[in-house]
């Protein structure tokens, strides 16, 4: 397996590789059981695998915590291995934003509600990075988790508005087997906020249910999601129940909707979601 670090080294890469198909699954690092199931994916499905990790300063507000965002790259690289990656591309803040750097890759309203409206500036950080990366790796197929669901459409969004070569493929979240969606974030949560976060994914997991008997008042559908989510040591941000496609929350009943919801537990921000009526892969 290869590490390379700079814009040059990586295009060369592709360029050597020029037939071969390439996998590829963009990452922050501090990897976990959710990139290892996109990269055993992207293995699985292409000649080559290339994984990017990166944690990128555009993509976090000034109060969150890009400084203290967790780093392990001697353990990343082990599991790019274990996993069959080809090659890491492992880039410096410079490499990526040389100085002078000023372009932005702008999103419309697909980036502009939950997250987005929760996080200014994150998906412009995240669409131009994306950008950024789709022009050096030039892979076939990328591979996004079901955990960020807001990111995966917006990036969707991206790569059609600006035509741009690379085929976006979700894939399911993993959980631990408690339910938890699974993140790198949650090494933060002590044993007694973890059980408090698990009100997250139980109130997900319920309001499905419901759905699935039937329940489709989106009025309801919020109200059941916020009850239940809101336990002890769990500050809810926001509830939703939108419309997969546009993210615009629904007003009427649908026969498909994305149910999702933020909270801070300890202080930790925790995202998830469950998706109704239509499959990850049915996403146009
Ligand atoms: P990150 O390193 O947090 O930027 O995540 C890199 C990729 O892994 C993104 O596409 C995430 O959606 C995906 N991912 C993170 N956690 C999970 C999970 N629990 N299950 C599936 N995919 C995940």
Known sequence: ??????????????????????????????????????????????????????????????????????RDEPADLAACERLGATMVFAPTVDELYPAGDATRVQPGPIAARLEGAARPGHFV????????????????????????????????????????AVRIAGCPTVRDPDGLAISSRNRYLSAEHRRSALALSRALRATEEMWSRGERDPAKLREHLKRLAAGPGVGLEYVSVADPLTLDELDRPADRALISLAARVDGTRLIDNVLVGIALEALP
């Open 1 to 70: 397996m290869k590490v390379l670090r700079s814009v040059a080294e990586a295009r060369a890469f592709r360029t050597a590789s020029a037939t071969a198909s390439i996998g590829f699954v963009p990452t922050m690092g501090a990897l976990h059981e959710g990139h290892a199931s996109l990269i055993a994916r992207a293995v699985r499905e292409n000649d080559l695998a290339v994984v990017s990790i990166f944690v990128n300063p555009t993509q976090f507000g000034p109060q969150e915590d890009f400084g203290a965002y967790p």
């Open 125 to 164: 950080g995240v669409a131009t990075v994306l950008t950024k990366l789709f022009a050096i790796v030039r892979p076939d197929v990328a591979y996004f988790g079901q955990k960020d669901f807001q990111q995966l459409r917006v990036v969707q969004t991206v790569a059609r508005d600006l035509r741009l």
